[in-house]
């Protein structure tokens, strides 16, 4: 089945405990995504890859790494997560090297206390 | 700065009242638009790309359009499985994304 998988689904972290949220796809996809989702803000795009060892900044970039080493994983770092980052964070992969037609996992709860 | 506006922000219909959901834009060069549907604890999944105005696309009782300024999401004859929130999204010329706050839908038997 093809799908987007994330790691893990809910955790609860502190102020400034470095966290990772794994992102893998099985789809052979080049372009990869991180986005946070806010009540009332939508969906903002945090980085993006489109292809191996290829990342760039979206618009909400501060206080997050990422990291492309294989095709399919794409993980998302917090090296010192604060209350602010605390959001639903949704990994997306789509063909080609674009933004199109984005297949999106099952997202991340991320409380930072 | 691309902007993207969604309204109403929440639709409640009765099953079978067909009703439209606004999507409005502004944007450096449309390359396309694209809408996902997003069941409450689930990722958003693609529905449509909308590429040019007078565009329409179909998938069994949504209907998606484009203006220059808008798109419209149609519902026809709604189900409760319809219920959903319908995300609306902006891709601009240097392929930039913009997505809207949603439209959620809830449909009663």
């Known amino acids: 089945e093809a799908q987007v998988t994330q790691n893990p689904r809910y955790l609860i972290t502190v102020t400034g405990k470095k966290l990772t949220v794994t992102c893998s796809q099985n789809?052979?996809?080049?372009?990869m995504s991180w986005y946070r989702q806010d009540p009332g803000l939508g969906l903002r795009q945090i980085y993006y890859?489109?292809?191996?060892?290829?990342?760039d900044k979206g618009d909400v970039p501060e206080g997050y790494k990422v990291s492309r080493k294989e095709k399919r994983n794409f993980p998302l770092i917090l090296e010192s997560p604060s209350p602010n980052q605390t959001s639903l964070y949704f990994c997306?992969?789509?063909?080609?090297?674009?933004?199109?037609?984005?297949?999106f996992g099952p997202g991340t709860r991320l409380t930072v206390l | 700065e691309d902007q993207v506006t969604q309204s109403p922000e929440a639709l409640r219909l009765q099953e079978g009242e067909s009703s439209s959901l606004n999507c409005s834009y502004t944007?450096?060069?449309?390359?396309?638009l694209f809408w996902y549907r997003q069941d409450p604890g689930k990722g958003p999944e693609f529905l449509f790309t909308l590429y040019s105005a007078g565009e329409e696309k179909e998938k069994e009782r949504l209907k998606a359009t484009l203006t220059k300024k808008e798109s419209f999401l149609h519902i026809t004859a709604p189900k409760p499985e319809d219920s959903a929130t319908y995300l609306c999204?902006?891709?601009?010329?240097?392929?930039?994304?913009?997505f809207g706050a949603g439209t959620t839908v809830t449909v009663r038997a």
């Open positions: 999204a902006v891709q601009a010329s240097d392929y930039k994304l913009s």
């Open positions: 944007v450096s060069g449309l390359r396309g």
């Open positions: 789809m052979n996809h080049e372009y």
């Open positions: 997306a992969s789509s063909q080609g090297t674009t933004n199109n037609e984005q297949f």
């Open positions: 890859s489109m292809n191996v060892e290829v990342t």
